[in-house]
């Protein structure tokens, strides 16, 4: 395993089994009355959030604290940040204090990478969202959640997603959901369309290891998970469609284009949903959805990824000697 996680393209095949394959020894621990591990006790951790986030923050906090360890959480908001404080001013502080691996999400693009290899902190460092870059632990859990669906849960150990056609939907152009998905579904073996408005794919998106698709319908019969995408007006500075009823009757999934998938496919999202616009109350409410179990997942995903860096190689030594205590 790397010291850092920066971005999904940096795994390997081996390394994103590995991460997979230990995220599901960490799920066990879910099912316990005691949801703890001793793994982590007397490391320190930092969630470095630069950017307002609600899951992947109490995700990784909640990861952190099953793993034993001590957590400390970073708001730019409140912080010497807003008065002007840099970013390796930053980490030079928590380097003082000693933390032991640093959870960063940052609107600037590169940031985490920078905070890796710049000498500042000398830590490990995850990448938990950089502007329209990546979101490597996103990606990761997604991948877990399909290959539990579509491969199954005791089956898929060790198994990649080879021949899987997956289909990512909507504001390519914002997110790095999308191409942190794109190259880890890549190196696992998948196969990979996005469908999108031309004004939301991004320049020089021939070049990715994945097929561009402007129709929606013509997709979704051939597809084993389709990823609907938040349309993300935060990053907007201009009219990248003309109304939302018109991007919703092109792109938006219902029952009707639900009922189009294969019975063994499955709908997921990343999250936050707007419902009515990309994906609806019908289609999110359904059992084909894993919308909760992709928030369930990502808290073993980064358990696992946490346990890799910080704790050890032997994905299987946690859970299972606890278990035999």
Same mark, same amino acid.
């Given at each position: 395993?790397?010291?850092?996680?920066?971005?999904?393209?940096?795994?390997? &095949?081996?390394?994103?089994?590995?991460?997979?394959?230990?995220?599901? @020894?960490?799920?066990?621990?879910?099912?316990?009355?005691?949801?703890?591990?001793?793994?982590?006790?007397?490391?320190?951790?930092?969630?470095?959030?630069?950017?307002?986030?609600?899951?992947?923050?109490? #995700?990784?906090?909640?990861?952190?604290?099953?793993?034993?360890?001590?957590?400390?959480?970073?708001?730019?908001?409140?912080? #010497?940040?807003?008065?002007? +404080?840099?970013?390796?001013?930053?980490? !030079?502080?928590?380097?003082?204090?000693?933390?032991?691996?640093?959870?960063?999400?940052?609107?600037?693009?590169?940031?985490?990478?920078?905070?890796?290899?710049?000498?500042?902190?000398?830590?490990?460092?995850?990448?938990?969202?950089?502007?329209?870059?990546?979101?490597?632990? !996103?990606?990761?859990?997604?991948?877990?959640?399909?290959?539990?669906?579509?491969?199954? &849960?005791?089956?898929?150990?060790?198994?990649?997603?080879?021949?899987?056609?997956?289909?990512?939907?909507?504001?390519?152009?914002?997110?790095?959901?999308?191409?942190?998905?794109?190259?880890?579904?890549?190196?696992?073996?998948? @196969?990979?369309?996005?469908?999108?408005?031309?004004?939301?794919?991004?320049?020089?998106?021939?070049?990715?290891?994945?097929?561009?698709?402007?129709?929606?319908?013509?997709?979704?019969?051939?597809?084993?998970?389709?990823?609907?995408?938040?349309?993300?007006?935060?990053?907007?500075?201009?009219?990248?469609?003309?109304?939302?009823?018109?991007? #919703?009757?092109?792109?938006?999934?219902?029952? +009707?284009?639900?009922?189009?998938?294969?019975?063994?496919?499955?709908?997921?999202?990343?999250?936050?949903?707007? &419902?009515?616009? +990309?994906?609806?109350? @019908?289609?999110?409410? #359904?059992? &084909?959805?894993?919308?909760? @179990?992709?928030?369930?997942?990502?808290?073993?995903?980064?358990?696992?990824?946490?346990?890799?860096?910080?704790?050890?190689?032997?994905?299987?030594?946690?859970?299972?000697? +606890?278990?035999?205590?």
């Amino acid at each position: 395993m790397m010291r850092h996680l920066i971005s999904a393209a940096d795994l390997t &095949r081996d390394d994103a089994v590995q991460i997979l394959d230990t995220a599901e @020894e960490m799920a066990r621990v879910a099912d316990r009355p005691i949801k703890k591990l001793p793994t982590l006790r007397g490391r320190t951790v930092c969630n470095l959030f630069f950017e307002d986030s609600t899951r992947t923050r109490i #995700s990784f906090e909640a990861a952190e604290k099953r793993l034993s360890a001590d957590v400390i959480n970073f708001a730019a908001k409140g912080s #010497s940040v807003s008065k002007g +404080e840099s970013l390796k001013d930053t980490a !030079q502080t928590l380097e003082a204090m000693g933390v032991d691996a640093v959870v960063i999400r940052h609107s600037a693009s590169g940031a985490p990478y920078r905070l890796a290899t710049s000498g500042w902190i000398d830590a490990p460092v995850i990448n938990a969202g950089d502007g329209t870059h990546q979101h490597p632990t !996103q990606a990761l859990l997604d991948a877990f959640t399909m290959r539990r669906r579509l491969v199954g &849960r005791d089956a898929g150990l060790g198994q990649d997603l080879a021949g899987k056609r997956i289909t990512l939907v909507g504001d390519v152009l914002h997110s790095r959901v999308a191409r942190s998905n794109v190259d880890l579904l890549h190196t696992l073996g998948a @196969e990979v369309t996005l469908v999108a408005p031309p004004t939301l794919v991004p320049v020089g998106v021939e070049t990715w290891p994945c097929d561009i698709s402007y129709d929606l319908d013509s997709v979704l019969p051939k597809s084993d998970a389709v990823m609907m995408l938040r349309v993300q007006r935060e990053r907007m500075n201009a009219a990248f469609f003309p109304t939302e009823r018109e991007y #919703s009757r092109r792109y938006g999934l219902d029952g +009707e284009r639900m009922a189009k998938m294969p019975e063994h496919a499955i709908v997921m999202h990343p999250g936050p949903m707007v &419902r009515g616009m +990309e994906i609806t109350a @019908e289609v999110a409410d #359904s059992d &084909r959805c894993t919308v909760v @179990e992709q928030v369930a997942n990502g808290v073993s995903i980064r358990m696992a990824v946490l346990y890799l860096l910080l704790g050890g190689n032997d994905s299987a030594t946690p859970a299972r000697t +606890e278990e035999n205590k």
